[in-house]
């Protein structure tokens, strides 16, 4: 299979722009407030979905798949957009971008007992690893350092792992770009309840805050999302997606650096590097063991 048409692209699309909201929702959250961030974000990506929808002629989803659409709207759009950015009120952004790392082990236990996905062996220890490096990233810089910022983000991890069990079901009967589509739009109908306090925040937010607003909504939720879903589309096993989540915490260090001054330290350096190896074993492990063995 040629690397185009594999998972792996479309993944590291979204990754990378994933790895903007961590950073700019820390500076959205002076202009506004954690509802209005996601209502606004959202409201962004439908009109950019909607001008897509038609150029493509996108149909809509069965009748007795509205359920499925609308969980995934729920839990990807509603409710882990508002936990999320609760939890980037409190937490910094490098720390946030840890522990929603944890993702790849919520889904891959998730997919494991829903979807009985099997997993090799060295797979679940290139896992492992990655998972070592996040917690050595947490344990240098600290336990002291978790507040209630941490448990909101437990519990967006939760939920985005929901979304990704839902995308995958999804993505099997319907193209990657319905399966975005529908789940923005109801998330976004739900986020409407929060419409008047944004639109009195929005008379008094400068016009940087309406560029990273469009930007995310644009490329790290429309563009993304819908990357995220082709990846799932793709892929053989869930995880296999899922598995480049891990290399947030590095990819948000740096942009952190560059844009708020956060400079990385030795445990997201030595954290960092430990999460690169296992990435390597899960994603080119079984290429690198059929080479020694021929």
């Given at each position: 299979m040629r690397f185009s048409e594999s998972c792996h692209p479309y993944a590291m699309v979204t990754i990378m722009f994933w790895t903007l909201p961590y950073v700019f929702t820390k500076i959205l959250?002076?202009?506004?407030s954690v509802y209005s961030i996601a209502f606004i974000r959202y409201l962004v990506a439908s009109i950019f979905l909607v001008v897509v929808a038609v150029v493509f002629k996108i149909k809509a989803p069965k009748k007795e798949d509205f359920k499925w659409?609308?969980?995934?709207?729920?839990?990807?759009?509603?409710?882990?957009?508002?936990?999320?950015?609760?939890?980037?009120e409190t937490v910094s952004a490098a720390t946030g971008s840890i522990i929603i790392s944890t993702v790849p082990v919520i889904t891959a236990l998730m997919a494991r007992f829903l979807y009985k996905e099997k997993i090799k062996t060295f797979r679940y220890i290139a896992i492992m690893i990655e998972f070592v490096g996040v917690a050595v990233i947490t344990v240098i810089h600290g336990i002291s350092s978790i507040n209630i910022g941490f448990f909101w983000l437990i519990i967006a991890a939760f939920f985005l792992s929901l979304y990704n069990i839902l995308q995958r079901k999804l993505t099997k009967?319907?193209?990657?770009?319905?399966?975005?589509?529908y789940s923005i739009f109801i998330g976004e109908i739900l986020l409407f309840i929060f419409l008047p306090g944004s639109i009195n925040e929005l008379k008094n937010a400068p016009m940087s805050?309406?560029?990273?607003?469009?930007?995310?909504?644009?490329?790290?939720?429309?563009?993304?999302?819908?990357?995220?879903?082709?990846?799932?589309?793709?892929?053989k096993e869930t995880s296999t997606v899922t598995n480049y989540m891990f290399v947030t915490p590095l990819l948000t260090s740096v942009l952190?650096?560059?844009?708020?001054?956060?400079?990385?330290?030795?445990?997201?350096?030595?954290?960092?590097?430990?999460?690169?190896?296992?990435?390597?074993?899960?994603?080119?492990?079984?290429?690198?063991?059929?080479?020694?063995?021929?």
């Amino acid at each position: 299979m040629r690397f185009s048409e594999s998972c792996h692209p479309y993944a590291m699309v979204t990754i990378m722009f994933w790895t903007l909201p961590y950073v700019f929702t820390k500076i959205l959250l002076q202009y506004f407030s954690v509802y209005s961030i996601a209502f606004i974000r959202y409201l962004v990506a439908s009109i950019f979905l909607v001008v897509v929808a038609v150029v493509f002629k996108i149909k809509a989803p069965k009748k007795e798949d509205f359920k499925w659409f609308f969980l995934s709207g729920i839990s990807g759009f509603f409710i882990y957009m508002i936990v999320f950015n609760k939890g980037c009120e409190t937490v910094s952004a490098a720390t946030g971008s840890i522990i929603i790392s944890t993702v790849p082990v919520i889904t891959a236990l998730m997919a494991r007992f829903l979807y009985k996905e099997k997993i090799k062996t060295f797979r679940y220890i290139a896992i492992m690893i990655e998972f070592v490096g996040v917690a050595v990233i947490t344990v240098i810089h600290g336990i002291s350092s978790i507040n209630i910022g941490f448990f909101w983000l437990i519990i967006a991890a939760f939920f985005l792992s929901l979304y990704n069990i839902l995308q995958r079901k999804l993505t099997k009967t319907y193209s990657p770009l319905q399966a975005i589509i529908y789940s923005i739009f109801i998330g976004e109908i739900l986020l409407f309840i929060f419409l008047p306090g944004s639109i009195n925040e929005l008379k008094n937010a400068p016009m940087s805050a309406f560029i990273y607003i469009i930007i995310l909504g644009v490329f790290s939720s429309a563009i993304a999302y819908f990357a995220w879903s082709k990846a799932f589309s793709k892929a053989k096993e869930t995880s296999t997606v899922t598995n480049y989540m891990f290399v947030t915490p590095l990819l948000t260090s740096v942009l952190g650096f560059l844009m708020i001054n956060e400079i990385p330290d030795r445990a997201t350096i030595i954290g960092g590097s430990i999460t690169l190896v296992g990435m390597c074993i899960y994603n080119f492990g079984e290429i690198i063991k059929d080479k020694i063995i021929k």
